[in-house]
């Protein structure tokens, strides 16, 4: 197979990023540099690992996986089945977090799966310590993966439990702020997604039936870990602000909401009233 070959048989499953892919997957699965295959698309590159590859991503898994790794904000993170990718979006959480906090503090990520909130924090403000919580012990194994291949470890306490019912584990602890970026999909949506979106953890994009479990559990029983001026900043749905709103109003918090680069509605700032 050349790099031509590649091309055309990744075009059929990724019609937009097929170039990007093939640069990606040959970088990852040769030894030759990509520059010297750009202009050598006759030359042979085939080897069991670029096939094994190509076959996976032809049976629509994300490339991500593939990898085994992918960039958010300016961290790399380790990435497999058992969690989400980290996403673009959810960077605008990360820069409003990294802006509000105050020097000294501490704060919770609740499901906190890739643990790309809470490192990616961290990674940036080296006066920060957290808690990364979530309920499956092989996403939670990915996020202390990545805290410790970031630096950021020492400055991290991992816990394993449902957020959805087990908050009592948070028994005595208080933080300056919770961050999440919680299931939020609701399953008639879930259905229409991409083949890839498909092949993350399912639990890690059903929100319930209105796609609201979480935040409203979240709001309703965890404010009682903040302290005194202490704020939630939630990513949430682009329709899904004037339900957090609400949610927000009737449990005594002010919210205001910020958009995405794409201009659309993406995290929501709480802070008790
Ligand atoms: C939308 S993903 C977000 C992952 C990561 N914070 C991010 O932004 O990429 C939601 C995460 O919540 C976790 N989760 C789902 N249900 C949970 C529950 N009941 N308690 C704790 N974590 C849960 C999933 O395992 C998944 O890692």
Redesign the pocket.
Known sequence: MNYNELIKRLKTVSPEEYEYEARLLTESFTDKKISYILSHRDEDICSAELESALLRRESREPLQYILGKWEFYRQEYFVDEN??I??SD?EILVERAIELLPMGASFI?L????G??AVSTLAERKDLCAVM????PK?LDIAIKNAAHNGVLDRTVPMLF???SEEDRLCGRVFDAILS???YIRPEVIEGLSEEVKRE?Y???YGGEDGLLFYDKIVKDYSKFLKDGGFILF?IGYDQAEDIKRISEGNGFCCEIFKDYGGCDRVAYLKKK
């Open positions: 969690c989400l980290p996403r959810t990520d499901c906190t799966g890739s790309c909130i919580v979530d309920k499956f996403t449902d957020v959805l970026n919680p299931p953890p639990a890690a994009l990513e």
